[in-house]
């Protein structure tokens, strides 16, 4: 089974407007961390933002926001203002434990291609 | 200064050879890993090291061997190369495996099999 599903394969926005990327995942464990990482064309991956399951608060980070509502195991990345930059490749990931231990692997959705237009 | 750096940046080679990727982190972490990042653009890990020691090692052909000569660096050669091994090569870092840490990553390795 999917452990962590993009169902967006392509998303569009206009420059300066904001977007969601969805996210959901599947876990038994309690303890689990989410990120989001983005990958231009230049093909580098780039941390942006990181949910844990026990934080009270959606994560923020500049631009970037986390949606993450626990019930319903989704953790989608806002983006505000976006900016022609933002054009790239966004992964969703979930480190879990498995047998109460993870051993720090990251385990990774399938991606959303985000397009900025002027 | 790079956090994270892995040469070569792109290694084309033909089917049959053993070829290396190399891999060093400045940040001080103590856990390393590998992924694989196919055609697809999927992700995936394959090893992770702590502290020079393995601690992940995921169903991955045997033709595939870490090593880890100290914490800071974890390197991965590839004996008889096939051509399913073209795909894109990352290493990370992060601080320590039991935390929840970030991870960051290199800028990959581009490897191409004819």
């Known amino acids: 089974a999917q452990k962590i599903t993009q169902t967006q394969p392509g998303m569009f926005v206009q420059e300066k407007e904001a977007v969601t990327l969805d996210c959901t995942y599947d876990t038994s464990d309690p303890s689990y961390g989410l990120f989001w990482y983005k990958q231009p064309s230049s093909g580098e991956m780039i941390f942006l933002i990181y949910q844990g399951s026990y934080d009270q608060q959606n994560a923020t980070e500049g631009r970037y926001s986390l949606n993450f509502q626990k019930a319903r195991k989704s953790a989608n990345l806002v983006i505000s203002a976006s900016q022609l930059g933002d054009s790239a490749m966004y992964f969703c990931a979930m480190r879990d434990t498995v047998g109460g231990t993870s051993y720090g692997k990251l385990t990774f959705g399938q991606g959303t291609i985000l397009t900025v237009h002027p | 200064d790079t956090a994270v750096s892995q040469t070569p940046k792109y290694l084309v080679t033909q089917m049959g050879n053993d070829k290396s990727i190399k891999c060093e982190q400045n940040?001080?972490?103590?856990?390393m890993y590998w992924y694989k990042q196919d055609s697809k653009k999927f992700l995936k890990i394959m090893f992770s090291?702590?502290?020079?020691?393995?601690?992940i090692n995921e169903t991955v052909p045997n033709r595939f061997s870490p090593k880890s000569p100290d914490k800071a660096h974890l390197n991965l050669h590839i004996n008889s190369l096939e051509l399913g091994d073209s795909a894109v090569y990352f290493c990370?870092?992060?601080?320590?495996?039991?935390?929840?840490?970030?991870?960051?990553f290199g800028p990959g390795t581009r490897l191409l099999v004819l």
């Open positions: 940040l001080g972490h103590d856990t």
């Open positions: 990370a870092s992060s601080l320590n495996w039991l935390l929840q840490e970030t991870q960051y």
């Open positions: 090291y702590n502290n020079k020691e393995l601690i």
